[in-house]
Structures are given as structure tokens and as C-alpha cells.
């Protein structure tokens, strides 16, 4: 069975930092590539980063040099550390799979429930 669970949310100021992580199942860890996504308020849910299963990263350019995603394979581990957030930047943050690092396309519809962040002074 799939398996997400991402930890980590919190408040936060703008410009302040917060590193995410989520545990997923072995078997998907071993398999596919992972990703951070958001879904801000009455908005879609978009790629904020992702990392193949050898370390190759792809970050959403409104993100890029702010955030860094990392795994521990070992742990089925994704990390996700983010600074210099900026109050638009609200949102619960996700973790899936992914099949192919470019494109970053979600591969299972079942999501975990997420981790708050909340960018606000």
C-alpha cells in the first residue's frame, strides 16, 4: 500500500526557514523518483521540487536557490529545506512519487494528509 507522511509544517516568519520530511514505503522509495508539491488556498496543487533516486534534482524556478530538496535512501527519507520563505508562499506541502524527474507528474492518486506551512508575521 502507499504510504506518505510528511512532517514538519509550522509558522513561520516571512523570510525565516523550515525544513519538511517524508517517510515513504520501501518499495516506492526503491522505485521512483520523489517530489514536493503545494496546494495553496483555492489553488492547484504544483511542483515545488523533485529528486531522482541518484540525486538529480528539478526545482520550480519560484523556488530555485531558496530550497533544497535532499533523500536518505536508507531511512525512505525525502527532506525538503526551505529558506527565505515569503508570506504568498502559504500552503500544505505534499510528497509523491514521480516516474520521470523532467516532468514530475504525480504517479499515484493517493496523497498524505500533508504538512502546513504558514508564512505570516
Not at 2 to 29: D, M, N, T, Y
Not at 53 to 62: E, H, I, K, L, V
Not at 80 to 103: D, R
Amino acid at each position: 500500500q502507499v504510504q506518505f507522511v510528511e512532517s514538519g509544517g509550522g509558522l513561520v516568519q516571512p523570510g525565516g526557514s523550515l525544513r519538511l520530511s517524508c517517510a515513504a514505503s520501501g518499495s516506492i522509495f526503491s522505485i521512483y523518483a520523489m517530489g514536493w508539491y503545494r496546494q495553496a488556498p483555492g489553488k492547484q496543487r504544483e511542483l515545488v521540487a523533485g529528486i531522482s533516486r541518484s540525486g538529480t534534482t528539478n526545482y520550480a524556478d519560484s523556488v530555485k536557490g531558496r530550497f533544497t530538496i535532499s533523500r536518505d535512501n536508507a531511512k525512505n527519507t525525502v527532506y525538503l529545506q526551505m529558506n527565505s520563505l515569503k508570506t504568498e508562499k502559504t500552503a500544505v506541502y505534499y510528497c509523491n512519487a514521480a516516474s520521470s524527474i523532467v516532468t514530475m507528474s504525480p504517479r499515484f492518486g493517493s496523497w498524505g494528509q500533508g504538512t502546513q506551512v504558514t508564512v505570516s508575521s
